[in-house]
C-alpha cells in the first residue's frame, strides 16, 4: 500500500493512495496537469482510479475536480451536503450525474482490497469527512481541516501503519500574522484547522508502535512554516508519556505544491 501526497496546503490538496490493483484519490484541489504528473510519477494515470473522495467543498480541495473528472470520467464520492456544495460552485462547470456517488460518515465501502472509512469531522463546510483506508493488514489515514478533534476521532484513528495528518498554523505566528481579526477566530475555531500543537498532541494520543509514518500537511502559507511545523509536532510526541522514541516514527513534512516521498507500507 502506497500513501504520496502530490499536494498538501491552503492553496491545493490532493493524496494518493493506492495498492498493488486499486488506486484514490483523496480530494483534488490542484489541475488536471498537476494530478497526471504526480500520477505519472508513480507511473499510473487518472484513467487507474477508482475514485476521487472528497473531504469538503472547500476550493483548495475541490478546484481541479471538473475538469478531471470529465476528462476521464472518475466517479466522485462525498458526503450529501458536500457533492450538493460541489454541484453549485459554477466555476467547476456541469458533471454528468452519474459520476457522483454519496457516501455517509461512518459507512464503510469498498474499491476491491481497499477498504475505506469516511468519518466526521468539525469544520465550517456543508458535511465534512476524513478517511480511513484499510488495505488487508495495513491502515492509513488523511486528517485535514479540523478544528478540534474528540475521543471518537482518536477512536477512528486506532492501530494505523500511516498518517496525513494537518499541521495547519502556529498559534503565536496566526495571532500576530497579518490575516483579519475575523479570519483569524475562524482559522481558530471549533470549525477551523489544527494548529502545530494540537495535531502533536492528537498523534500523542494516537501513537503506538505500528505508527511508523507521519506526514504533516495543510500547512497554512502566512502562519506557519515546514520547520516549525516539524519541530513542535516532534516535541509534543516525543517528550510526552505516550512512549515513542526520536526514532520510532518517519516524521515529514508534505510538500505545499510538489510531490511528498512515497509512504510505502
Ligand atoms: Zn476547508
Ligand atoms: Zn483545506
Known sequence: MRLVSLASGSSGNCIYIGSDEHHILIDTGIGRKRVEEGLAALELSPADLDGVLITHEHS??????GVLARKYEIPIYGTAGTLERVRQVKSLG??????????RPGEAFSFGDLDIHPFSVD????????????????SVAVVTDLGEYHPETV???ADLDALLLEANHDVR?????????????????KQGHLSNE??????????????GHV???HLSKENNYAELAYETVRMELVMGDCGCGKN???LAVAPRSGRSDTVQI
Open 123 to 138: 469544520h465550517d463546510a456543508a458535511d465534512p469527512v476524513a478517511y480511513r483506508v484499510d488495505c488487508k493488514e495495513k
Open 198 to 211: 494540537s495535531a502533536g498532541r492528537l498523534l500523542a494520543e494516537i501513537w503506538q508502535p505500528r505508527l
Open 248 to 250: 520510532d516514527v518517519c
Open 215 to 217: 506526514l504533516l500537511g
Open 155 to 157: 477512536e477512528w484513528l
Open 94 to 103: 456541469a458533471f454528468p450525474g452519474d459520476l457522483f456517488h454519496s457516501i
Open 60 to 65: 483548495d480541495h475541490i478546484s481541479g475536480l
Open 173 to 189: 505566528m496566526l495571532q500576530v500574522g497579518p490575516y483579519p481579526y475575523y479570519l483569524k477566530q475562524r482559522v481558530m475555531g
